[in-house]
């Protein structure tokens, strides 16, 4: 008995060495940092490598009046501002990365001094049909690199068939590529450089299908309705014939004059300097300021304890006005009013 009581108490001794030794073991994993998320410099959108050059940027004036529409290819567009011209019609900066493809682009107008300066802090290529004697004196002046469709028609074509001038001319993004050599070789302009804004990934705060409502002038085809949509977290606009999608939108209050002698009427902008503004993201709007320093440092927005607003990922418009009386929106606000 004793020598099968001695049998058995090796057999579970070893047993349970065995058990031991084969049995599953824990694998303790030390923790990793998340990986950083890695942004398109223009539109903030994640993409999967860091860019060794930035992308080259074309800023396109394109019109928008009623005799243009509908419009083409303003929907590509990665930042729009729009900005009255003569006539208290407003006109549209619709800026585009060479890496985009966008078929058609236009019609294609003539430039305005205060959209330069939107364009230097992109160091975009400039694409127009002529300008006003200011802006064109300007683009001699500042060596902006210049796509003027009357000495560069190669970049452009006419629509003759369904589009009467000056409403027809376009360009396409094949076309502005093919003009970076020309720029290379003209203004010596290897790669442009241009700060980036920060960006997040937008995620909807509110449940309201509010409307962003901008009466342009007395020609009510002009006014502007934004309506934003919580599903989708963008807001929205039907205009002409065309629907613009945005993911974030600005209001931007600065003086606008008509300059004093000019016989067409055109206007002057404040572009410089800083002013109030409202920021429209994720179904919230936000009252603050914007600060452009100088012609080449970017326009940026920050909330009235000063801290710069982040954008979300995506496409912006800039909607600039004399007056924030212009604007009313159906929802509340945050801030001070």
Request: proline share 5%; glycine share 8%; aromatic share 12%.
């Amino acid at each position: 008995v004793c020598g099968i009581v001695l049998v058995c108490f090796v057999a579970v001794i070893v047993g349970g060495v065995l058990y031991k030794q084969t049995r599953p073991q824990s694998v303790i994993v030390a923790p990793t940092a998340f990986a950083p998320v890695i942004r398109h410099p223009l539109t903030g959108t994640r993409i999967d490598s860091v860019l060794t050059e930035l992308p080259w940027v074309f800023g396109v004036m394109i019109e928008n009046a009623a005799d243009a529409w509908p419009l083409s290819g303003v929907d590509g567009a990665f930042l729009v501002f729009e900005a009255p011209v003569e006539g208290n019609i407003p006109r549209f900066l619709a800026f585009y990365s060479e890496d985009q493809t966008v078929a058609k682009i236009g019609p294609v107008r003539s430039a305005r001094e205060y959209f330069l300066d939107w364009n230097a802090e992109l160091d975009g290529i400039y694409a127009h049909v002529g300008g006003s004697p200011q802006a064109l004196e300007r683009i001699r002046k500042d060596g902006v690199m210049d796509l003027d469709q009357f000495f560069q028609s190669e970049y452009f074509y006419r629509n003759e068939l369904t589009r009467y001038a000056p409403h027809n001319v376009y360009t396409t993004i094949d076309d502005l590529r093919s003009a970076i050599e020309e720029m290379y070789v003209k203004y010596e302009r290897e790669v442009p450089m241009y700060d980036s804004w920060a960006f997040t990934d937008g995620v909807s705060e509110s449940d309201v299908a509010s409307i962003i409502h901008l009466d342009w002038s007395n020609a009510s085809g002009y006014n502007v309705d934004w309506i934003y949509e919580p599903i989708t977290n963008t807001y929205s606009r039907t205009q002409g014939g065309n629907t613009y999608v945005a993911n974030n939108v600005v209001v931007l209050e600065t003086d606008v004059d008509v300059i004093v002698g000019d016989d067409k009427g055109r206007k002057e902008l404040v572009t410089i300097g800083t002013g109030t503004m409202h920021l429209f993201q994720n179904g919230v709007e936000t009252i603050g300021v914007w600060k452009k320093p100088s012609t080449e440092e970017r326009l940026r927005f920050f909330d009235i304890e000063g801290n710069e607003i982040v954008m979300n990922a995506g496409t912006t418009w800039i909607e600039v006005i004399d007056s924030l009386e212009r604007l009313s929106v159906s929802e509340p606000t945050t801030g001070p009013t």
